[in-house]
């Protein structure tokens, strides 16, 4: 089945720097990965859509200055975290959409990446 | 503002017994309905989809969507402590690929 490979699993920083995560899909090409971030208990919130050559789009409240997105090939979008400050700590997911499979086909999800932000 | 909605829980229901969840969506837009488990500390796993009217089987699992209704559930038959999670309700809208999530129902099968 189709793997989406999410990397680190988990990350601690200070304050201040910056974290980038990375996501691949790894037997299919994605036009289109998006980016969630899940506090403890609540539900995935979207963070933004990530599009293959393309600017990201944002959710409403997302500060795109601070979460910078890059979609540079169909295979890999990364997410920067950049800044990091403790309230910037969370799992953030991200899933991505097999461009040759139809349009209603189900996301295939990363593993998440933990971050904490001392 | 499109929004997901399902009962928190916890639901506790015994072993072998059918669990029930439930969900109810805002936009009658959506097209594409998902039901994922998610264990603590993991991403989620998609469990089935369905996209029309009616009931879905896949082995012990049954998605039944009413969309006059905005109504998704899932029932799970013969429920093991494995299947102890939280199950995310995902909907999908027609005119893109995003989805929305509900906050989940946690599930706890009882031995």
């Known amino acids: 089945g189709a793997v989406v490979s999410q990397h680190p699993s988990w990350v601690i920083c200070k304050s201040g720097t910056s974290v980038k995560i990375e996501c691949r899909s790894l037997?299919?090409?994605?036009?289109?990965m998006f980016w969630y971030r899940q506090f403890p208990k609540q539900s995935l919130m979207l963070m933004a859509t990530?599009?293959?050559?393309?600017?990201?789009?944002?959710e409403q409240g997302v500060e795109k200055d601070k979460f910078l997105i890059n979609h540079a090939s169909l295979t890999l979008s990364t997410l920067t975290v950049t800044s990091a400050h403790p309230e910037d700590s969370s799992f953030y997911i991200c899933?991505?959409?097999?461009?040759?499979?139809?349009?209603?086909?189900?996301?295939?999800f990363g593993n998440g990446t933990r971050l904490t932000v001392t | 503002q499109k929004e997901v909605e399902q009962n928190s829980g916890p639901l506790s229901v015994p072993e072998g017994a059918i669990a029930s969840l439930n969900c109810t969506y805002s936009d009658r837009g959506s097209q594409s309905f998902f039901w994922y488990r998610q264990y603590s500390g993991k991403s989620p796993e998609l469990i089935m989809f369905?996209?029309?009217?009616g009931d879905k089987e896949d082995g012990r699992f049954t998605a039944q969507l009413n969309k006059a209704s905005q109504y998704v559930s899932l029932l799970i038959r013969d429920s093991q402590p494995s299947d102890s999670a939280t199950y995310l309700c995902a909907v999908r809208g027609g005119s893109n690929y995003k989805l929305t999530f509900g906050k989940g129902t946690l599930l706890t099968v009882n031995p």
């Open positions: 369905i996209y029309s009217n």
């Open positions: 990530s599009n293959e050559g393309s600017k990201a789009t944002y």
């Open positions: 037997d299919f090409q994605a036009t289109t």
């Open positions: 899933s991505a959409r097999d461009r040759d499979k139809g349009k209603d086909s189900p996301l295939h």
